[in-house]
Structures are given as C-alpha cells and as structure tokens.
C-alpha cells in the first residue's frame, strides 16, 4: 500500500513536535497501540533527521513516518534521504513540492484561502493542509462547495470535539498536534497509558 493510499485510510497523523529524541519510540509506541498509524516529526524539533531515521526503521512495517514544518527543498531532500514517505509544510513552496515530486514522495503544503489552496494543487500537491483550521469546519465544507476535487487535510485547531464535523464536511485527513501529544509531559508510564487512550478515542471518533 502505497503512502498516499495510507494517509487517505487512516487519516490521522500525530504531529510530534518538539519532544526528546529519546522519547520519541516511546511516543510513536504509545500512538501505535491507540490506533494512529501516521507520524510526523517537525523538523524543527531537537535532531529531527535523526528521529526520522531512526523511527522509519524500527516502525517501518507499522507506521508511515514523515516530515513536518518543512520550509524549502533542500530540508525536503534531506527528510526524504532518511526515510520520511510524505513532507508536510505550513506554507506553499513551489521547489519543496517538486522535489517531493522528484522522489515519489507524498506532498502535503499548507493553504489557507481558496486561491492559495488552488495554486497548491495545481503545483502538483497530492493533500493540501488547511492552516490553520480554526475557523472550523464550515470553511473546510465552504471550500469545497468549488473546490470538491481537491484533497483538504485541516490542521491547527482540529480535537477531540470537531473532528467528527471536519470529517462531515468533507476533509480526507487531520493533522494533529498538541491536543494529541504534549511532548513537553514527562513520559512516565501514565503518561504514556493516557496517550494510548486518547489516540484510541480520535481513532474511534472518525469511524463511528
């Protein structure tokens, strides 16, 4: 199954920002037994490449591991050198998508007005990330009302009570970030409990 195929399926990816590289199996272990089967490791976090590396080979036959707040090509290449299977950015940047291209690799920029979410798309974009999603999920419908080919991912503002009515409206996948994961907790065994239960609960509010 391709990676593309799996984000469509499985639609949630965990965004793990910020955390300890050696919390990170812990957190991915934890997410894992919950249900989410999509990682994304910002590469703004503490030796990212690293992670990355690391996690895409000790979770290569149960998780798809990608990069986030990527900004150009070259962090792109670098990622993708490492083992991440989809390259996620907060904005539209036209080398970043092509490199993702170049290397058959899932490209996810962010977009935010329809014009933008558009001129992504057309670049070759394969899911477009609506960032921030705050405004809810009548903007992700209101989108697609002219835009119902284009894939939506909605992040930034996506939990536990709208996720449901993001679904509704039409969007494909969800990234998930600190309503998920609070990378900054320590990861005591609790914690870790605690984070299983809550991937289960977002795992099990979009297939109800």
Do not use: C, W
Not at 79 to 100: C, H, L, N, Q, R
Not at 117 to 141: C, E, S
């Amino acid at each position: 199954m391709s990676a593309l195929t799996n984000i469509l399926k499985n639609k949630i990816v965990a965004i793990i920002r910020g955390a300890k590289p050696d919390d990170v199996l812990k957190i991915a272990d934890a997410l894992y037994a919950g249900g989410i089967r999509l990682m994304e490791i910002t590469i703004n976090s503490p030796k990212a490449l690293f992670v990355i590396e690391e996690l895409s080979g000790q979770m290569r036959d149960k998780v798809i591991i990608g990069a986030g707040t990527v900004l150009d090509a070259d962090t792109a290449r670098a990622a993708i050198a490492v083992g991440a299977k989809f390259i996620i950015s907060p904005t539209t940047d036209i080398e970043t998508i092509k490199m993702t291209k170049r290397y058959a690799v899932v490209s996810i920029p962010g977009a935010f007005t329809p014009s933008e979410i558009l001129a992504a798309h057309t670049l070759g974009a394969d899911i477009i990330k609506v960032f921030p999603a705050r405004l809810g999920a009548d903007y992700i419908r209101d989108i697609r009302g002219p835009l119902p080919h284009i894939p939506l991912m909605p992040t930034g503002g996506v939990n536990l009570d709208n996720i449901l009515e993001f679904q509704k409206a039409g969007a494909v996948a969800f990234g998930i970030g600190s309503s998920l994961v609070n990378t900054q907790h320590e990861m005591t065994d609790e914690y870790l409990l605690q984070l299983t239960e809550k991937a289960s609960q977002y795992v099990k509010a979009i297939t109800v």
